[in-house]
């Protein structure tokens, strides 16, 4: 059963602080990696995603890759109330099937 | 502008009834998928499509029939078998080749009476 990890939080965090997201994923055969956000109520929206070991930035947002470790993170920067949210993970390989999403986050930003 | 459409937003059903969500794309997407969300839960799969007139079963197919006749369409039935119907339903879409994300539709709400 191919997984992929999130710790449901809620994680909270000041405003202006960096908040740290993680997922781990079981199958080595993903390659590609996908961060959505979703508010309460509404459908998830792509942020970011990430295909290459290290980083990619965009913004206030950096996806980081270790595919060794299987562990993708998503860190936010300057962390706003509006980043209030649940952060979904998502892999796949590189043939587009498998397509795996974790439970998902919940993010607080404490104004 | 190019994006996927799911109607109704809400909709109610009657014991012992059938309905239909609608989900249609204009991104020229050939893979298709529906997901069920429960309060404060993931995502789980119901069913996906990677061609026309063809489609499989996900984790949660129990209850619910698809067809996909056309590549810009795939609607849901949620049948009477499916005893707890209440839920978020969402479609989304992506290019079948390759490591593309899925897109998102506005999602359909749906409520028993």
């Known amino acids: 059963q191919k997984e992929v990890e999130q710790n449901s939080g809620p994680l909270s965090v000041p405003e202006g602080a960096i908040a740290s997201l993680n997922c781990t994923y079981s199958?080595?055969?993903?390659?590609?990696f996908f961060w959505y956000r979703q508010y309460s109520g509404k459908s998830p929206e792509l942020i970011m995603f990430?295909?290459?070991?290290g980083d990619k930035e965009d913004g206030r947002f950096t996806a980081q890759l270790n595919k060794a470790s299987q562990y993708v993170s998503l860190l936010i920067r300057d962390s706003q109330p509006s980043d209030s949210a649940t952060y979904l993970c998502?892999?796949?390989?590189?043939?587009?099937?498998?397509?795996?999403f974790g439970p998902g986050t919940r993010l607080s930003v404490l104004p | 502008d190019g994006g996927i459409t799911q109607s109704p937003k809400y909709l109610f059903r009657k014991e012992g009834q059938n309905v239909t969500l609608s989900c249609e794309q204009n991104?020229?997407?050939?893979?298709m998928y529906w997901y069920r969300q429960d309060p404060g839960q993931g995502l789980r799969l119901i069913y996906y499509?990677?061609?026309?007139?063809?489609?499989q079963k996900g984790d949660i197919a129990e209850g619910y029939s698809v067809s996909r006749e056309k590549k810009e369409s795939f609607p849901l039935t949620v049948t009477s078998a499916q005893k707890n119907p209440t839920a978020f339903y969402l479609c989304?879409?992506?290019?079948?080749?390759?490591?593309?994300?899925?897109?998102f539709g506005d999602g359909t709400r749906l409520s028993i009476l």
């Open positions: 998502a892999s796949t390989d590189n043939y587009g099937q498998n397509f795996v």
């Open positions: 199958d080595r055969g993903s390659q590609s």
């Open positions: 990430i295909y290459s070991n």
């Open positions: 991104l020229n997407h050939d893979a």
């Open positions: 499509s990677q061609i026309v007139n063809d489609f």
């Open positions: 989304a879409s992506k290019p079948a080749a390759g490591n593309q994300p899925q897109h």
